[in-house]
């Protein structure tokens, strides 16, 4: 199945946005810059930069709190507060502008990633260079400091990317009762109970991937039990059934992201799922695409459709906007953002879009 054009699918995102209000974008910065700001139109799928909205060098990651009053950041810094670790930081948003309001030290160095729970009550943060995972409690946006921390030591077959444990991403489980870091080091899940009260995390079992597979991200459907965890190092996804009662994850299938006749590098990255969870995207580095799937909303089960062109090099984050009617890729080794039309009936993304400087983008993060 091929892509529709780019003009045949703008032109369908167009009708129901025209009225679209303009938005604050917030874009994380592996730069000394850290934090910048854009101003988004729907109705043109026009990114318009608003300067640096924040100075907090080489963020990987962003997020908001529930009601959007406070932002929180993720610092891939050597060292912070005189010690060997990466940064944890809130601002305080007001009018589009951040302010800086609190910040914490991470377990260790590599501080790549970022979650917040459901409550907004628990921050969790993942460590790619030390291998670890720190919690930390909110009390109205400030960041207290590590409530638990916990320093990982597996180990996978893929020498020169396995030889230690590599924390790189956190999550929660639909009803908040769990806590998960991917452990891309170790081809492991590592699965938490959660008290939010006390942010402690208790461990409460592990997912095992095959071996060399590199567990990345993961991310839950809508409908509450499925979840997609993206395997960087052989670009595969396995699609997990999550136990509501111990949080356990089990194998369901396996999905190549790769065509069969490309052997070259390749490093799988990043899920995006729309609210009504009838597609599921997933991003693919060094031979950089996207991958389209057709998912049944009640089973998550996944119906390959068509990769498509992520716009640059090396999509690190995308996202979908609002209306979800552009994908916005942030393409971390070409300095640019892309977007792409999306048609919401058939889920088809355009193969050509528009593309906008950033330096370094990591992570793209829309204001309501």
């Not at 100075?55 to 950041?73: G, N």
């Not at 995972?133 to 638990?148: E, T, W």
Request: neutral net charge.
């Amino acid at each position: 199945m091929k892509t529709a054009s780019a003009a045949t699918l703008a032109s369908a995102a167009l009708p129901g946005i025209a009225l679209a209000r303009r938005q604050r974008v917030f874009v994380a910065s592996n730069t000394p810059d850290g934090i910048l700001a854009y101003d988004w139109d729907p109705a043109g799928a026009e990114l318009t930069p608003a300067g640096v909205a924040a100075k907090i060098s080489t963020v990987d990651w962003i997020t908001f709190s529930p009601r959007q009053e406070y932002l929180y950041a993720a610092a891939e810094v050597d060292t912070f507060n005189g010690r060997p670790t990466g940064e944890v930081a809130s601002f305080r948003v007001e009018n589009g502008a951040l302010h800086p309001y609190s910040s914490q030290n991470s377990a260790s160095t590599g501080t790549c990633h970022l979650a917040l729970d459901h409550t907004g009550s628990v921050l969790v943060s993942a460590d790619y260079g030390g291998g670890s995972v720190a919690s930390f409690r909110i009390a109205a946006g400030r960041l207290s400091p590590a409530a638990y921390t916990e320093h990982y030591l597996g180990h996978g077959p893929v020498a020169d990317r396995q030889q230690a444990a590599h924390a790189h991403f956190a999550s929660f489980s639909p009803d908040n009762r769990f806590a998960y870091i991917n452990d891309l080091g170790s081809d492991c899940i590592h699965i938490y109970s959660l008290d939010t009260a006390t942010a402690r995390l208790t461990p409460a079992g592990i997912y095992r991937a095959h071996p060399g597979a590199g567990p990345r991200t993961l991310h839950f459907h809508p409908n509450g039990h499925t979840a997609y965890s993206v395997n960087e190092i052989d670009s595969t996804v396995d699609v997990l059934e999550w136990s509501k009662m111990s949080g356990q994850l089990a194998l369901v299938k396996r999905f190549d992201l790769l065509p069969k006749d490309y052997h070259g590098p390749s490093t799988a990255c990043d899920t995006v799922i729309p609210r009504d969870g009838r597609n599921v995207y997933f991003a693919n580095r060094d031979n950089d695409f996207l991958f389209s799937f057709k998912a049944d909303p009640k089973t998550g089960s996944l119906t390959p459709m068509v990769r498509s062109s992520c716009g640059g090099k090396t999509p690190r984050n995308f996202v979908l906007d609002p209306t979800e009617r552009w994908m916005l890729v942030a393409n971390q080794d070409s300095n640019q953002i892309s977007v792409f039309a999306r048609d919401p009936e058939s889920g088809l993304l355009a193969d050509k879009g528009r593309s906008f400087r950033a330096a370094v983008p990591m992570c793209i993060l829309f204001a309501s």
